[in-house]
């Protein structure tokens, strides 16, 4: 196991000539009817986390409402679905304006709409840039999982055990008991980062390496938090790092924040964004 000191050492340090184009454009393709605060949370946490820039992919319906919700975050309309998710003819274009971005988050808020999933699986083996492949993201490639092997780029999966279970077809028990040993199986026979969210959260990268994070309490079991994470690993790999380094930093500063953010506020009421609202000082030791 890595120790979280020898991550942080790889951090790239910030030069006083740097410009924003120097700290990554991340692309987050996310939201659908009812779930606009999973878009906001994971572009808002990307910006946080050190982004020169981040764009926002969202059907056209939901394009006004989260461009008034979203201030530092570029807003950018594509095809979309019934459910106001991403459709499979707004495929080309988010191929194509990928092309100037970094790294790409998929899935927080997407939907499980059949066209959708579809759309994702179509994005996972085409996309030329790092993914990280979050919540409805991961789900629609359950039963589909060797489409990681024929991806151009490894990919990020940050599935929590639940999500885990459906994308193995292993019993959600079977998984809390063996979570290293599961964790590195998949990550290895998949050729991805494998995040498994939960308490003592495992990082597994395809060549036996991992972290296993100490940061973290209960409170951070609340709607969002994952969606936060999300956007800090695809920050991180923006900014240079390789995936395996960039997930477990992110877990480890995602998990700070969450403990600074409880110290404050109290495990039982703490919220999502308090967490995000925490992002700059768990990270001030980074510049």
């Known amino acids: 196991m890595i120790a979280i000191n020898e991550l942080i050492k790889r951090f790239p340090k910030r030069l006083p000539d740097s410009h924003k184009g120097d700290f990554g454009h991340v692309l987050v393709i996310a939201g659908s009817s009812g779930y606009t605060g999973a878009a906001y949370l994971t572009s ?5 986390s050190g982004s020169g820039l981040v764009t ?13 919700k979203l201030t530092e975050v570029m807003v950018k309309p594509f095809f979309e679905t019934k459910d106001y998710s991403l459709s499979l003819l707004a495929e080309k274009e988010l191929l ?3 092309e100037k971005c970094g790294s790409v988050v998929i899935g927080p808020g997407i939907s499980q709409n059949k066209e959708t999933q579809a759309l994702v699986r179509n994005l996972v083996t085409k996309l030329a840039k790092p993914v990280v492949l979050d919540a409805d993201g991961i789900n629609a490639l359950a039963g589909n999982t060797d489409i990681f092997k024929n991806a151009k780029r490894p990919v990020v999966l940050t599935p929590h055990p639940g999500e885990m279970a459906r994308l ?6 079977e998984i809390q008991k063996n979570r290293k040993e599961i964790a590195l199986n998949f ?6 980062v494998l995040v498994l969210k939960g308490h003592n959260t495992i990082v597994a990268d395809p060549a036996g390496e991992y972290y296993m994070n100490e940061t973290g309490n209960a409170g951070m079991a609340t709607g969002g938090v994952g969606d936060i994470l999300a956007g800090v690993i695809a920050s991180f790999i923006g ?12 877990v480890y500063f995602h998990g ?3 403990d600074l953010a409880a110290s404050e506020k109290g495990m039982l009421g703490l919220i999502a ?3 995000l609202n925490k992002l700059p000082k768990a990270l001030k030791v980074l510049a």
């Open 44 to 48: 808002q946490a990307a910006m946080r």
């Open 56 to 68: 926002l992919a969202v059907g056209r319906s939901l394009f006004e409402v989260m461009a008034t």
């Open 96 to 98: 194509a304006f990928s």
């Open 168 to 173: 193995t077809g292993k019993d959600v028990s």
């Open 187 to 192: 990550a290895n026979e998949y050729n991805t």
């Open 239 to 250: 900014q240079g790092l390789d995936l395996f380094t960039a997930s477990a930093l992110g």
């Open 256 to 258: 700070l924040a969450g």
């Open 273 to 275: 964004t308090d967490i």
